[in-house]
């Protein structure tokens, strides 16, 4: 077996902790530094999972280690600095979604990364949930036949600010934060899109940004699909964090519903994710895609190959999200081609 290669992992943050346990189930790597601005951050981690070289200061840390990759970590204010430290360093980078803070940040730190002939992986792990993926799979092995309307919903009132409070500061929330996950679910399964039509609502007076948003994607496929995603919707059971599916094609139609079931041509399969080690509920779905995700991203640096969910993939998730609002804003369908 060829030698683990050597990562770090920048932002010690709330959804790091997943990385880092993905990470150390994984035996084609090892994490062998740590960096995080945010002393108490960075020295609970590093204990948590004995990591004994730490940075305050990315800068540093590309200086002092000889890194096979980087994994960012940290919020989308940092990424263009960092992926550039990182293409600049010649390592392979793994980079949180979103991406970028717009489409200009975004080409640039693909060319970046492009130039310095490394992989650069996003790390969107939704179209990489085990259910999501039979879902996926399905559809590209042609079961329902040419796919004409496609449904993905993620609706829920769980509070997701007390882990991650800056989320109710920002301008923008829920298609930049979570809207991205489920059009990439819709780009994954139904292919790109070439316009859209949305709508935003904000529902929790107590926050900044939009809670509510519903999109119509005309995807080039011919199908057409309907996206939508709440953080404001009281439902009983609650079904966060699980995208809800639906589609048809020619020949069939399916269903993935509440609790993780399939339904298609009048059988019901249970999809539930395994509970690993180190998950709980009702994360465990996406901590399982962590895992997942991580381990694509370690067979394609063998392979020599792109991933699924490369820094150039993402660009058309992202340019969903910025279509979306724009859509929104002036209340007009969006040509993808204009941004
Ligand atoms: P967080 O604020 O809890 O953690 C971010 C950490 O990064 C902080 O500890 C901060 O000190 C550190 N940091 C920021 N800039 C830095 C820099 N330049 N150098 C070193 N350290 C720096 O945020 P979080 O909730 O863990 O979210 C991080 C990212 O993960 C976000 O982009 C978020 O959207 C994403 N996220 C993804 C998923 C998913 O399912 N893929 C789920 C939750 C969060």
Known sequence: MSKPLNGAVIGC?????????????????????????DPVRLAET???????????DAAEMFVAERLDFVDIATTVASHRPLVEMAAQ???????????AANMTDARAMVAAVEAAGKTLMVHENFRWQSAVRRVIEIVRAGTLGEVFFGRVSFRSGF?????????????????????????????????DVIRTAATTRRINPSINGEDVATMLLTHRSGATSVVD????TKRIPETFPESLIEIDGTLGSLRLDAGYQLVMQGCVEDLSPPLLAWASR???NIQESVLIIQRHFLECIAAGAAPETSGRDN??????VEAAYLSAAEARTVDLATL
């Open 315 to 320: 660009l058309q998730t992202l340019a969903l």
């Open 13 to 37: 943050g709330f959804f790091a902790q997943n990385q880092l346990h993905a990470w150390a189930a994984l035996p084609g790597a090892q994490i062998v530094a740590l960096c995080d601005r």
């Open 282 to 284: 009702p994360w465990h």
């Open 89 to 99: 360093a010649g390592v392979h980078v793994i980079c949180q979604k979103p991406f």
């Open 229 to 232: 995603c709440s953080y404001a």
């Open 159 to 191: 509070d997701v600010f007390s882990g991650q409070p800056y989320l109710a500061e920002g301008k923008r929330f829920i298609i930049e934060d979570l809207g991205i996950h489920t059009l990439d679910i819709a780009r994954a399964l139904f292919g």
């Open 46 to 56: 590093a204990s948590r999972f004995g990591i004994v070289r730490t940075y305050a």
